[in-house]
């Protein structure tokens, strides 16, 4: 199994990217999938989800209404749009995928470094 995130960078405030993360070795589909973030020196923390059946997401309050998580189950890609980018949503993002009903199932990606600077 393997979950390769893409699209980090460094940004200014004000900014966008969009983060990517393709899956391999799981039925993508049976899947739910989120991003968590870690800064230095704090815990990692849950940004967005998008469940495995039906789409459905939430975030978390310090990105609602900036942040987009979205799926593609053709691809087998999940995908994090962020917009009005602040400098403390500088973090490293991880992509997670966890089965729907067997929770033994759950992989994590290896990061992606998002920086959020002037």
């Known amino acids: 199994v393997q979950l390769v995130e893409s699209g980090g960078g460094l940004v200014q405030p004000g900014g966008s990217l969009r983060l990517s993360c393709a899956a391999s070795?799981?039925?993508?589909?049976?899947?739910?999938m989120s991003w968590y973030r870690q800064a230095p020196g704090k815990e990692r923390e849950s940004v967005a989800l998008i469940t495995s059946v039906d789409g459905r997401t939430n975030y978390a309050d310090s990105v609602s209404g900036r942040f987009t998580i979205s799926r593609d189950n053709a691809k087998n890609t999940v995908y994090l749009q962020m917009n009005s980018l602040k400098s403390e949503d500088t973090a490293v993002y991880y992509c997670?995928?966890?089965?729907?009903?067997?929770?033994?199932?759950?992989?994590w990606g290896q990061g992606t470094q998002v920086t959020v600077s002037s």
């Open positions: 070795g799981i039925t993508f589909s049976n899947y739910g």
């Open positions: 997670r995928a966890r089965h729907r009903w067997l929770e033994i199932y759950d992989y």
